[in-house]
């Protein structure tokens, strides 16, 4: 089965009914509840699995995932080159290096100490859910997922179905 992609599952079309239901929770109040779940959640979260791809654009990626229970939560890029985290949006050019994916998983938990909720929530409607961004040494690494009312953590759906398919 080598070259051949497999078929990713359809998202569920949501009726004009269930989308307005889904968008009244896009309120103040509810943002307010998104950074509370999450500043509450991130001293809880546990180093996950680390796993190595390249991404479409031929970019090499070294990523690590923060548990939360038995879900990935958020899922950190890493250098290739050093194993330093590297901020969203920024991507490794070259190969990682044989030690580097050991020693991001052995860093992974000071890391997690580190991490910083910060003030702000976005509202992201195709998926009803509040983006939350976190921080490491003042650089925005990822956002936690909340559901859209405020109080669950959601998994991080990318980083589970990138663990699933290394």
Request: glycine share 6%.
């Amino acid at each position: 089965m080598q070259g051949q992609e497999k078929p990713k599952p359809e998202k569920p079309r949501l009726s004009e009914e269930e989308r307005a239901a889904r968008r009244a929770l896009n309120t103040p109040d509810n943002a307010i509840k998104a950074l509370a779940s999450a500043r509450e959640c991130i001293r809880f979260l546990k180093p996950g699995s680390v796993w190595t791809k390249t991404s479409p654009r031929g970019e090499f990626e070294i990523k690590g995932s923060l548990m939360l229970e038995e879900s990935a939560v958020l899922a950190l890029h890493f250098s290739p080159e050093d194993g330093s985290v590297l901020p969203k949006g920024l991507h490794g050019l070259t190969e990682a290096k044989p030690e580097v994916p050991a020693l991001v998983q052995s860093q992974l938990t000071e890391v997690q100490k580190e991490l910083e909720v910060l003030d702000g929530a976005e509202f992201r409607e195709p998926e009803s859910c509040w983006a939350v961004p976190v921080a490491y040494r003042n650089r925005i690494v990822g956002h936690l997922k909340v559901a859209a009312d405020g109080r669950d953590i959601l998994s991080d759906r990318k980083a589970v179905e990138e663990q699933i398919e290394v």
